[in-house]
T-cell receptor
Framework: GNSVTQMEGPVTLSEEAFLTINCTYT??????LFWYVQYPGEGLQLLLK?????DKGSNKGFEATYRKETTSFHLEKGSVQVSDSAVYFC???????????FGGGTRLLVRP | DAGVTQSPTHLIKTRGQQVTLRCSPI?????VSWYQQVLGQGPQFIFQ???????GRGNFPDRFSARQFPNYSSELNVNALLLGDSALYLC???????????FGQGTRLTVV
């Protein structure tokens, strides 16, 4: 079946460090890919998305590129801030589907 | 505009009891989805409703049921609660169900 695998956390970085959170997927077909962020005590917020191969999603300094050849959608940010501390979820949705399939989440802790 | 609103925010129930969770979608959105997020894991799809019809169901027992009302709000019911039902229950709304999903802050259910 379709699934998403994320690198396990927590990821601990100093402020202004470079961030990479790995995400790979397994899917029968060509899904749309998403990154969601969850701040403590809150629901999920869509961070960025990509709907086809080689698309790059970007928002708030975060980027991710849809790589069909490696079935990956790694999240990157050039300089993290303390306020980026949260749990990040990679997810996919198949065409004509109606449900998001999430990875297990990666906790990011940014220290001043 | 108001986002997705869920009620209650927290509740505690005893094993064997029944619970009803409520969700109001963003104005104009016709689809509501429910997800269960167990602590430390990614959200798992439970149901999606579109135009008051069930469009999909995840791998959850029949103790879980839901419905959508003419104003597109939704209720999730869980009968015969088990300790394992303790989780954050997230509601997401979207215009048609296969477009961008907006999540509420969730209902934290604790079963004791």
């Amino acid at each position: 079946g379709n699934s998403v695998t994320q690198m396990e956390g927590p990821v601990t970085l100093s402020e202004e460090a470079f961030l990479t959170i790995n995400c790979t997927y397994t899917a029968t077909g060509y899904p749309s890919l998403f990154w969601y962020v969850q701040y403590p005590g809150e629901g999920l917020q869509l961070l960025l998305k990509a709907t086809k191969a080689d698309d790059k999603g970007s928002n708030k300094g975060f980027e991710a590129t849809y790589r069909k050849e490696t079935t990956s959608f790694h999240l990157e940010k050039g300089s993290v801030q303390v306020s980026d501390s949260a749990v990040y979820f990679c997810a996919l949705m198949m065409d004509s589907s109606y449900k998001l399939i999430f990875g297990g989440g990666t906790r990011l802790l940014v220290r001043p | 505009d108001a986002g997705v609103t869920q009620s209650p925010t927290h509740l505690i129930k005893t094993r064997g009891q029944q619970v009803t969770l409520r969700c109001s979608p963003i104005s104009g959105h016709k689809s509501v989805s429910w997800y269960q997020q167990v602590l430390g894991q990614g959200p798992q799809f439970i149901f999606q409703y579109y135009e008051k019809e069930e469009r999909g169901r995840g791998n959850f027992p029949d103790r879980f049921s839901a419905r959508q009302f003419p104003n597109y709000s939704s209720e999730l019911n869980v009968n015969a609660l088990l300790l394992g039902d303790s989780a954050l229950y997230l509601c997401a709304s979207s215009f048609q169900g296969d477009t961008e999903a907006f999540f509420g802050q969730g209902t934290r259910l604790t079963v004791v």
